[in-house]
Structures are given as C-alpha cells and as structure tokens.
C-alpha cells in the first residue's frame, strides 16, 4: 500500500496480525526503488512485522541530505524502527541507529575509510554527466548488480560515497548492529564489510549462494531468514512483547 512517511513515498505492507512493537524500517540502495524490498517485505509480513519500505528522494543531493531525509522519516513514527538498508541503504541506516532499536546493514556499500570505493561505482554515467556534475545512471559494467538503467543518482551523492564522507558516527553500544555480507558479493569484498563491522562495533554475518542484489535474487530467502533470525535473537523479550498486550492503557 502507497502512502508517505515524512518527506519520503512508502510503500506498506501490513500483516495479518501484527506480533511486534516496533515497525521494520526498509531502506533501498543506489539505483533502485522501494517495491525491490516486496519478497523481504512479504516473508517478514508473514511472520507479523508491520514493514515500511521507503522510496529514497531522487533529488536528495548528498549523502546528508538523504540521511536526512531519513531522520525525518523515523521522526514521523509512533516508535523507533527496526532499519534494515540495503547498499547505500545500509549506510543511511547506520548513521541514524542512534534513532532505531536495532539496524541491519545488508550488502553495506563500504569505501572510504575502511576500503577502496568500489571501482565500478568510478564509472558511473557518461564522461560528460560527471564532468557537468549532471544525474548519473547505473555503470554499465555493473548491470547485474544495478539493473534499474532508467535511474539516475545525483552525482555528487555518488562523488560522497566514493570519497566517504561524512564518515560514519563511532560505535554506539546501546543499539544493536549487524552487518550481513554477502561472501561471493560482485560489488564489495567480504574482506570491506568484515573491517566496516569491525570499525563500528557490530556483528558481522556471512551470507552464501547470493549476490550483492540479494533483495531480488537467488538466495534471498535464506538472507531473509537470517535476518530475520538475528533480531529475534538480538532484541529478545524487548522488542517481542505482543503488540495487543503494548497497545493496552494503562
């Protein structure tokens, strides 16, 4: 279900009978939209998570303006989410976990400082849109990995993921972190993400048989599972009080 959630389009998909108290936060990468989260989406609805998907603006500038754009998102709920990002998705949803319960970055778009940007990103749209600063599609050389060829990013978020800035906030132990890598990822060595969990305190967890495109590709189910398998874990008694009984007066 189409609605919005503070400057950002949402796309919401409800369960049955909602069992959790905090909602799952859903945030895309580069060169994508918010209906690739809809296998996640419909797995973790199964299981009762009520999971908002959110479309990233595409004239969101920068890196900042995106983060916050996503601030602003959280802002505008009744609790604080559960975020799981996805790419430069992953990013944005490290750097706002001081407002989240937990976040999971999948396939994490990790450069500068913790590792060489990825080379292929260097090749994004054509000599001349990045000379005049212009939007830029999908690198040609990584359309398995960005099938979406009828998107554009603004250049100079492309130019802030390149370059790492702003760099990510220190470790913040009060909120639980996981970095999930994909082992065979055709974008970021697992080697990047396993020093980006490092860098931040989180936990690191390998994820086989799937590429950096897991949300659309083989293999997604078992992401998903472990995923969702981890917070469960992680968050326990907290986060698993029944929605019913939270929601009574007091």
């Given amino acids: 279900m189409p609605t919005t959630l503070g400057p950002l389009a949402a796309d919401v998909t409800t369960p049955e ?7 799952l936060l859903l ?44 601030r602003a998102a959280i802002a505008a709920l009744p609790a604080p989410p559960v975020i799981v990002g996805h790419d430069l998705g992953a990013l944005l949803a490290l750097h706002c976990a001081d ?38 599609r999908a690198p040609r050389a990584a359309r398995t990995v960005y099938p979406r060829r009828d998107l ?3 250049a100079a978020l492309v130019q802030d993921v390149l370059a790492g800035r702003p ?10 972190r996981a970095v999930f890598a994909v082992e065979d990822d055709d974008l970021i ?10 860098q931040i305190g989180a936990e690191l967890h390998l994820v086989a048989g799937t590429r950096h495109a897991v949300l659309t590709v083989a293999g997604w189910e078992s992401c998903v599972a472990a995923v969702h398998r981890w917070i469960i874990q992680r968050l326990g008694v907290d986060l698993l009080a029944m929605y019913e009984e939270a929601m009574q007066p007091e």
Avoid at 17 to 23: C, G, N, R, V, Y
Avoid at 51 to 70: F, K, N, P, S, W
Avoid at 189 to 198: D, E, F, G, T, Y
């Fill in 99 to 136: 407002a989240a319960r937990a976040v999971i970055a999948l396939a994490p778009l990790v450069g500068p400082p913790i590792a060489a940007p990825p080379p292929v990103l260097l090749r994004a749209g054509t000599w001349l849109a990045r000379r005049r600063g212009a939007p830029l």
């Fill in 27 to 70: 945030l895309h990468g580069l060169w994508d939209r918010a209906p690739a989260w809809r296998r996640f989406a419909g797995y973790l609805a199964h299981r009762g998570w009520h999971c908002i998907a959110l479309e990233r603006r595409g004239d969101a500038a920068d890196l900042a303006a995106q983060v916050a754009d996503l």
């Fill in 167 to 176: 760099p990510l906030p220190p470790p913040a132990v009060a909120v639980p």
């Fill in 17 to 23: 009978a909602e069992k959790f108290t905090a909602p």
């Fill in 189 to 198: 060595p697992a080697a990047s993400a396993r020093v980006l969990a490092h």
């Fill in 152 to 154: 554009r990013e603004p």
